[in-house]
């Protein structure tokens, strides 16, 4: 009577195991991060004043003694008990583990690099005497940070997955943070030679800002590099590190360069032909665009030439990715420059306005139209099945979705316009200019959704040109063969059938008369299977017949009858009579 219930007892076992390490990872994350907290309290009031501890702050000190004194001890308790039990390889494999070592690393690291930069950044000029908190959460949480990556580096505990997730999370963050630091650092020290010293502030000098990015921008680079390289970032060849790759380096990148280049180009052009406002307020943007191109192609640049080292998946979604946000700034830029037209048409002595507008939309046509052109390549698409790319059709039926999403909502927002001022509301203008905005866009999205259905069309065709074509007429045959000796064998006769006619159905009767007396002389033997075979699929070439009925035998006799259903004909005089068979 106990058997059955030892059968069914590893389920719950089971459930109940990931049960208990839910809940003992979630709690030890929690005390983790309450010790932190009151450990980081302690800290900075100890910078703050060494004779004073609780000086005018009584609370906050009893709320970071409570969390040091009693999260503290009983965290290092749950944790002791959690690194005892790891010397169960069920433990170590299991999912909990390696997500809460990923949690916390990734918290740590955030925290403690952004303090400890802040704080870096504080003791230039007035912001001297904000360092005390950064320092503290800096020490607290970097301790922190290496006691977790000392257990995930342990040679018998660490864990046995999610190995690439925690050098991702290091060296994204380290790569976006030292990015944007270094965007805002190149765009201030442009903005000062563009704009000269007196376009900055006064209450400090004009290299405080630009020092306190490169300080961020030189921490970031240092956490990416370390994850990157250190780490072994670059050798992990798994599809999160080849789609993050894609994801960030180019795609973000992408973006950033792309931007910045098409400010650039606006800028330039309302220098030339659009100076309605003050100089200064002209080339304001110019010093951001710059260093947003050239970061942004840089960070595009490297992760470009890393992911042609990678897998050929890699590559091609590479430049799939590039030509998707080229295409995106097209687009948008023909949206733009339809709408400033229109807004030309409607109200031309409103230049000012519409001409900045037509100068947008310029700018982001000119500068995603030949990014698009070198990425995407139209002039050599795919003239053959086998030139079609992975992922090729999934990027154009993508793309395709899209667009016509965004030309349905577009023509949603036509219709609410056309019917608002149909019914008498003359607070928004006119028609034309009521559409205006959402027809440029449908005009776009239009044209991008055209485009690529027509492109996944061509290629179906090349695809269904090059399938092989699987036209089996024949469902049934019926197969009435010999048994004596020197005859075919019938099952491996029924087996050729079935595949030279693409998988019919076969079913095979034997010969109750063929008892060896019609047989030919012994001089004139039948011919092997493979003969046999050849000599049916002949014979059945050209049958139209759903059902064939094959007799084979005696000897070299072979035979083939394509039959109909008896309701789809009225034969006279009913059936004749047949010969005895035996199945």
Do not use: C
């Amino acid at each position: 009577m106990t058997a059955p219930a030892a059968t069914m007892a590893p389920a719950p076992a089971s459930g109940l195991a990931t049960l208990r390490r839910l809940i003992l990872y979630v709690l030890l994350f929690a005390l983790v991060v309450i010790t932190a907290s009151g450990l980081s309290g302690l800290l900075e009031r100890l910078f703050r004043t060494a004779s004073t501890l609780a000086a005018g702050d009584v609370a906050g000190l009893a709320l970071s003694l409570a969390f040091t004194l009693i999260g503290g001890p009983l965290a290092l308790l749950l944790w002791w008990f959690v690194w005892k039990r790891l010397d169960d390889a069920a433990e170590r494999t299991a999912a909990g583990w390696g997500l809460y070592l990923t949690g916390i690393y990734a918290i740590s690291l955030i925290i403690a690099t952004t303090s400890l930069l802040n704080m870096a950044a504080a003791l230039i000029g007035m912001e001297r005497n904000d360092w005390s908190s950064s320092l503290a959460n800096g020490l607290v949480w970097g301790a922190i940070w290496w006691w977790h990556r000392w257990m995930w580096k342990h040679p018998l505990k660490s864990p046995r997955h999610l190995d690439d997730i925690r050098v991702l999370i290091g060296w994204v963050f380290g790569l976006l943070l030292g990015a944007g630091a270094a965007i805002a650092a190149l765009g201030a020290l442009l903005d000062v030679a563009i704009r000269g010293f007196m376009s900055t502030a006064t209450l400090e000098p004009w290299w405080f800002p630009i020092l306190r990015s490169l300080i961020w921008a030189t921490g970031g680079a240092v956490v990416w590099w370390w994850h990157w390289f250190r780490e072994g970032g670059r050798r992990f060849q798994t599809a999160l590190v080849d789609v993050t790759i894609i994801a960030v380096g180019i795609f973000v990148a992408g973006i950033t360069a792309l931007a910045g280049l098409g400010v650039i180009l606006f800028v330039l052009l309302r220098l030339a032909f659009d100076r309605s406002e003050p100089m200064n307020d002209l080339l304001e943007p110019l010093a951001p665009a710059i260093a947003a191109a050239v970061i942004g192609a840089l960070v595009w640049r490297y992760h470009r030439t890393v992911s042609v080292h990678r897998s050929t998946r890699t590559r091609r979604a590479s430049l799939l990715v590039t030509s998707a946000v080229a295409l995106a700034a097209a687009a948008s830029g023909v949206g733009v420059v339809v709408n400033a037209l229109l807004a030309a048409a409607v109200s031309p002595l409103a230049g000012g306005a519409t001409r900045t507008l037509l100068l947008g939309g310029i700018s982001s046509l000119v500068v995603g139209a030949p990014a698009w052109w070198l990425a995407w390549k139209p002039r050599h698409q795919p003239r053959t099945a086998d030139d079609i790319p992975p992922g090729r059709r999934l990027y154009l039926v993508a793309f395709f979705g899209v667009s016509a999403v965004v030309a349905l909502i577009t023509l949603l927002v036509i219709g609410y316009r056309l019917f608002e001022f149909l019914l008498g509301d003359v607070s928004g203008g006119s028609l034309l200019d009521r559409v205006r905005a959402p027809l440029g866009l449908l005009v776009a999205a239009g044209l991008v959704a055209g485009y690529h259905f027509a492109l996944w069309r061509h290629d179906r065709a090349l695809l269904a040109a090059a399938a092989p074509v699987h036209q089996r007429v024949i469902d049934q045959v019926t197969l009435i063969s010999g048994y004596a000796p020197g005859a075919v064998d019938p099952d491996a006769l029924a087996r050729g059938i079935a595949d030279a006619t693409g998988g019919a159905r076969v079913s095979t009767w034997l010969r109750a008369d063929d008892d060896g007396a019609g047989l030919p002389p012994s001089s004139v033997l039948p011919p092997g299977v493979e003969e046999v075979i050849r000599q049916v699929a002949t014979a059945l070439e050209g049958v139209t017949a759903r059902h064939v009925l094959v007799i084979s035998g005696p000897g070299t006799r072979l035979e083939t009858l394509p039959l109909i259903a008896p309701e789809a004909v009225a034969v006279p005089g009913g059936t004749a009579p047949g010969r005895a068979l035996r199945p």
